[in-house]
Structures are given as structure tokens and as C-alpha cells.
């Protein structure tokens, strides 16, 4: 522990997902090492603190140089987890590059230091293959923006220590995370799954010419995404059997769900569509610039977030899902 009794996080890399740890971590009274080689570490930081800092819960009077007092930066990665509590990796998705970095964390950080990786696509035994002892390191996945979107997903090895997997539940839940533990490791993990399903119909619709990218974007806002915010897929389905629930919904439909699944499109990620695509998005964002697109997703999320809870704060009987008794008048 730091001085402070709070913890030190040691965060490596400094790209989107380091930022938004880096403020999630200070947003919650942590000391924050930052491990970057670039030069221009600490004006790169601020300028994320500047752009991710307002949105954290009660963030508007938030002053990112005084959250900046709390990082230190150190460029070498042995020295930089030398004395942490917890390590957060976000190195690029190269597996070689991966062992080699747990490699040194392994012999450079505490025995009780907490390893965690951020990556989407690498499962923690391949990532330990270097390591004298793997059974610290555990991935945990965030979904961009980390310091807002609150799922972790949580995934240990066969040499994972269980103990390990524990505390990394109870390191991100601390910082206010909903972390999910996944039964067995799998290639690039549930919500990328997810997400890459949705887009690549996406893809094939607008390449297709049935709706263009800004109207694709609003048939999800105004459907399919409004619904997932509240309650999930199988949640969903289940009211639309109504009283017969799940079972009755896929009676009904399940011939027909194999139809559609059958029909979806497989999209060729040929130059032709992403230069389509790119200069799609370009003419759609282009114009507001990175920081401005990030403070208007993230303001999005929080507000719902914060409309959710209060929600479970202010609905009698709720089970913090929002869910209330049948006598509820909720359903």
C-alpha cells in the first residue's frame, strides 16, 4: 500500500484504455504509476484527465491538475510496478509482446501484487507463458469508456490461482465496476462477441444499401439499444412470450430465429468497404473532433446510469436490478 493506506495501481500504456483506467483509478482517491516510454506522457494524460474527467460521477467540479498530483510516470516497466498493489496492462494485442511484458512484471512486482490485463483477444495462460509463477495474473476486460461503462469482464487460466480471481472481483468492484466472471476463458470474450455479431449485420445492411450509417446508428438508439440498457437479451425475450415467458417465445419463433440466422450477412472487410465506411464516418463525426465526440458518449452513459439508479433508489421492493415485486406495478 501507499502512504496512504489506499492502494497503488501501476498502469501500463497510456493509449484509450489507459486513459480512461488512469482516470477511473484518481476518480476514486487511488495513486496512480503510470508506465509509458512516450516522451509526452504526462501532457497526454492531462489532456485525457481534461476530457474524462468531468464525466465521472459528481466530475463536473473536478479539477484534472489536481488529479494529476496523484501520478507519478516512469518509463521503465520493472521500476514502474516495483512497489505496486495492482497492475493494470493495456499493451497492444501481440501475444509475444504480452509474455515478454508479464515476464518482467512477474519478477519486478510485490508476491502481492494483483496482475490484470485489459486485453480482448489473449487469455491469461497464453499470456503467463513466461512468467516463473502465472497464477496473479487474471485479465480484466473493460468496455470503452472504462471509467464510465461499469462491466469487467473477469477471466482466469488453469493456473490462475482462484484467490486471485477473488480479489480482482473485489479490486473492481471497490472502484465501482460490475465485474463478471466468466466460467471458462474464450477467444475475445463475451461483450466483443457480442458487439461483433451486431456489427457485422450493420455492415451488411449498410453495405447492402438498406439504410445508411446515421440511419443504422438511430434504428439502434431508438430500439434495440434503449432496451439493452435496461434489461438484457434473454430478459427481453422473456417478456415478449409474455405469461409463457422464455419457453413459449422460442416455441413459437425458434423455426424461424434458424431462418434468420441463416440470412444474416457476412461482409468482406475489403479496402473497397473500409474506405466506404471510413469516409462515411468521417463526413457523420468527422466534424466535432475526439474530445468532443468522447465527452458527448460519455455525458450519454453517465445520464443513464444515473437515471437507472435512481430508478432502484426510488422504486420501493427493488432487487437492484430495478426489478420490483409482481405487486410492483413494474414489469
Not at 224 to 242: E, K, M, N, Q, Y
Request: aromatic share 4%; hydrophobic share 40%.
Amino acid at each position: 500500500m501507499s502512504g496512504t493506506g489506499r492502494p497503488t495501481v501501476a498502469v501500463i500504456g497510456a493509449g484509450t484504455i489507459g486513459l480512461g483506467w488512469i482516470t477511473l483509478f484518481l476518480g476514486n482517491g487511488l495513486d496512480v504509476r503510470v508506465n509509458s516510454r512516450r516522451p509526452e506522457a504526462r501532457s497526454v494524460v492531462l489532456r485525457g484527465l481534461r476530457t474524462f474527467a468531468p464525466t465521472l460521477p459528481g466530475g463536473a467540479g473536478v479539477d484534472p491538475e489536481e488529479l494529476l498530483e496523484r501520478v507519478t510516470f516512469e518509463p521503465d516497466v520493472a521500476r514502474a510496478v516495483a512497489d505496486a498493489d495492482v497492475v493494470q496492462e493495456n499493451a497492444p494485442e501481440d501475444l509475444p509482446l504480452k509474455q515478454e511484458l508479464f515476464r518482467t512484471v512477474g519478477e519486478a512486482a510485490p508476491e502481492h501484487a494483483l496482475l490484470l490485463s485489459s486485453t480482448s483477444t489473449l487469455l491469461p495462460d497464453a499470456m503467463g507463458e513466461r512468467m516463473k509463477d502465472s497464477g496473479r495474473l487474471v485479465v480484466g476486460h473493460p468496455f470503452n469508456s472504462p471509467h464510465i461503462v461499469p462491466l469487467v469482464e473477469v477471466v482466469g487460466g488453469e493456473r490462475t490461482d482462484p484467490a486471485a480471481v477473488a480479489e480482482a472481483v473485489g479490486f473492481y468492484r471497490s472502484v465501482g465496476r460490475t465485474p463478471v466472471v466468466l466460467r471458462k476463458p474464450i477467444a475475445r470474450l463475451v461483450a466483443n462477441r457480442l458487439q461483433s455479431a451486431l456489427l457485422r449485420e450493420s455492415i451488411h445492411l449498410v453495405r447492402e444499401g438498406v439504410v445508411s450509417m446515421e440511419e443504422l446508428d438511430t434504428v439502434v438508439t431508438q430500439s434495440i439499444g434503449l432496451r439493452w440498457s435496461t434489461i438484457g437479451p434473454f430478459h427481453a425475450f422473456h417478456l415478449g412470450g409474455g405469461e409463457g415467458g422464455l419457453r413459449k417465445w422460442l416455441g413459437h419463433l425458434g423455426t424461424g430465429l434458424e431462418e434468420s440466422w441463416a440470412e444474416l450477412g457476412s461482409p468482406r472487410m475489403t479496402e473497397e468497404t473500409i474506405d466506404a465506411l471510413g469516409s462515411e464516418a468521417e463526413r457523420l463525426f468527422g466534424g466535432k473532433g475526439y474530445p468532443r465526440l468522447c465527452r458527448e458518449r460519455d455525458l450519454r452513459h453517465r445520464a443513464v446510469l444515473d437515471a437507472l439508479a435512481a430508478v432502484e433508489r426510488d422504486t420501493p421492493g427493488t432487487d437492484g436490478t430495478g426489478s420490483v415485486p409482481e405487486d410492483g406495478g413494474v414489469a
